[in-house]
């Protein structure tokens, strides 16, 4: 009945920006943290960005200064604006998010970062 929809990925050179957003359908539940991960070839699924309902924030070191996550509860949508990108963040981004219920995982967008 949930759905997650990520979109925005795509293939950048270095330097450059693209924002990531995750539409969050069919839920009558409070959403309360969200976040968004990533997972390069042959690593790990890594947490890139968190923020709760209070509108704090969290970031992994590597993305910290360059990276901004940000919702808005009336649409349901939590968004990742992603600027002066390098080739190490190339991966799948997931959006994840967090109800009293269950959480739930978007299948992920495409990043591809070139040098």
């Known amino acids: 009945q949930v759905q997650l929809v990520e979109s925005g990925g795509g293939l950048v050179q270095a330097g450059e920006s693209l924002r990531l957003s995750c539409v969050v359908t069919r839920s009558g539940d409070r959403i309360d943290d969200m976040g968004w991960y990533r997972q390069a070839p042959g690593k790990q699924r890594e947490l890139v960005a968190g923020?709760?309902?209070?509108?704090?924030?969290l970031y992994a070191d590597s993305v910290k200064g360059r990276f901004t996550i940000s919702r808005d509860n009336d649409k349901n949508t939590v968004y990742l604006q992603m600027n002066r990108l390098k080739p190490e963040d190339t991966g799948v981004y997931s959006c994840r998010v967090r109800t009293w219920r269950a959480d739930y995982w978007g299948r992920g967008t495409q990043v591809t970062v070139s040098a």
């Open positions: 923020i709760n309902t209070g509108g704090n924030t």
